[in-house]
C-alpha cells in the first residue's frame, strides 16, 4: 500500500461520535444536584468526551502533550526574533524538564512525548523519539518547503505516534510543538485553506517588530505565489508552505481521532495543523477541544474557521502546548463533576 493509501485508511477510521453514549451522559449530567445545564462548558466537554469514548464516566487519567519540533529553510529570510539553533537548544530544555510546557505538564499530571519530526541537525538523547523525516524544510520563498512524500510521511509519523500512545493507555492527548520560523509556516498554511488575507493570517511570533512583521507578510505572499498551492488539497498545503511539525500534528490530530481519542489543540501553529487535519477529514473536528486563544493575530478567527472555541484568553504566545496543557485542568475538573457528584436521589434533594 502506498504512504497516501495508508493515510487515506487512518481517514477512514475516523468515525462519528456515539451519540447514545453522549445522551446517557446528558441525562446523568441533569441528575446531578444542580440546575440542568448550570455548569455550562464543562457540561459540553462531559458530552463531547462520552460522544469521543463511548463512556458515560469518562476517564482522562492518563494525559500527554506531544511536542513536534522543526525546523524551518524560510528563517534565512529573518521572519523570526531569534535565530534557528533555538530549536534544538529547547528540545534539550525539554528533554531537561526546564520548559514552560515542562513544569505546567508536572502540574497537570501530563507526560510529555517529544519528537524530533524535522530538525535540521540530529540530537542524541534516550528521551528523545526519532521520527525524523528531513533535516528542516527548504525555503518556501523560493520553492516548496518539501516535497508530498516527505509531507505524507510526516503526517503518517504523528498518526502512528497518536497510536501507540493510544495502545499504552493514554486517554487525553494535546498538541505541542516547537520549531523557529513555525508561525510564519502556520500563517501561510490558514490563509491558504482558508482564504483569508496574509496581513489577517501572520503575527509577530516570538515578538517582531513592525518592520519585521511587514516583511514577513511580504515573505509569505511571495511563497504562497511561487509555489501555489492547492488550497483544496491540504497536503499539497503542507509540503509546499508548511512544516514537519505542522504535518505530523496534523497526522496526531487525525491518529487521536481514529483511536477514538479526544486531543487538546494548543495555540497558533496547533491550530494551523488542526484547520489542515478537519480540511482532510471533516469529522476529526469533532475529536479536537480548544484550549486558549494565543495572542498571535488570526489565531481567533483561525479557531473559528474550525469550529473551535477556546476556553482561556490569557495573552499567552509561546505554543509548546502551554495552553492545551492548562486546558487539561478544565478537562479533568469537568471528568470529575460527572463522576464525583451526587444525584438528586442520592443526596435527596429536591428536584425542581
Ligand atoms: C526561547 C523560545 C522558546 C519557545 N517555545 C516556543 N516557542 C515558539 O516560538 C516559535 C515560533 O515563533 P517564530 O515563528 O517567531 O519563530 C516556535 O518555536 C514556537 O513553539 C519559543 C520561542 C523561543 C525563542
Ligand atoms: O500561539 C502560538 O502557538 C504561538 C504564538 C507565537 C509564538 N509561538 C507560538
Do not use: W
Amino acid at each position: 500500500m502506498g504512504r497516501e493509501q495508508e493515510l487515506r485508511a487512518v481517514i477512514s477510521r475516523v468515525g462519528g461520535l456515539d451519540e447514545a453514549a453522549a445522551a446517557a451522559a446528558a441525562q446523568r449530567l441533569d441528575s446531578l444536584t444542580k440546575p440542568p445545564g448550570s455548569l455550562g462548558r464543562l457540561e459540553d466537554i462531559v458530552k463531547q468526551l462520552a460522544g469521543i469514548t463511548g463512556q458515560t464516566l469518562p476517564s482522562v487519567e492518563r494525559k500527554a502533550v506531544v511536542v513536534m519540533a522543526g525546523d524551518h529553510g524560510v528563517c534565512e529570510e529573518g521572519v523570526s526574533a531569534f535565530p534557528q539553533e533555538v530549536t534544538p537548544q529547547m528540545v534539550a530544555n525539554f528533554l531537561a524538564g526546564g520548559a514552560a510546557v515542562n513544569v505546567l505538564a508536572r502540574q497537570a499530571g501530563a507526560e510529555i512525548i517529544c519528537v524530533d519530526i524535522g530538525m535540521a541537525s540530529p540530537l542524541e538523547h534516550p528521551g528523545l523519539l526519532q521520527r525524523n523525516v528531513r533535516r528542516g524544510t527548504a525555503n518556501m520563498a523560493k520553492g516548496a518547503a518539501m516535497t508530498r512524500e516527505e509531507a505524507v510521511e510526516a503526517v503518517l509519523a504523528g498518526a502512528r505516534i497518536a497510536e501507540e500512545l493510544a495502545g499504552k493507555g493514554v486517554e487525553l492527548l494535546a498538541t505541542g510543538e516547537m520549531g523557529i520560523g513555525n508561525t510564519t509556516a502556520s500563517a501561510a498554511v490558514y490563509a491558504v485553506l482558508a482564504g483569508v488575507p496574509v496581513e489577517d493570517a501572520a503575527g509577530r511570533g516570538t515578538g517582531i517588530s513592525d518592520e519585521r512583521l511587514g516583511h514577513k507578510i511580504e515573505v509569505i505572499a511571495r511563497a504562497i505565489k511561487q509555489n501555489e498551492p492547492d488550497a483544496a488539497d491540504p497536503l499539497d498545503v503542507l509540503a509546499k508552505v508548511g512544516g514537519l511539525e505542522i504535518a505530523g500534528l496534523t497526522g496526531l490530530i487525525l491518529g487521536a481521532a481514529a483511536e477514538r481519542k479526544p486531543i487538546v489543540i494548543d495555540g497558533f501553529i496547533s491550530s494551523a495543523a488542526a484547520l489542515a487535519a478537519a480540511r482532510l477529514c471533516p469529522a476529526s473536528a469533532a475529536y479536537m477541544i480548544g484550549s486558549h486563544q494565543s495572542h498571535e493575530r488570526g489565531h481567533s478567527k483561525l479557531l473559528e474557521e474550525i469550529g473551535l472555541a477556546p476556553f482561556l484568553k490569557l495573552d499567552m504566545r509561546l505554543g509548546e502546548g502551554t495552553g492545551a496543557v492548562l486546558a487539561f485542568h478544565l478537562i479533568e475538573a469537568a471528568v470529575r463533576l460527572q463522576s464525583e457528584m451526587a444525584t438528586f436521589e442520592s443526596a435527596g434533594v429536591t428536584k425542581g
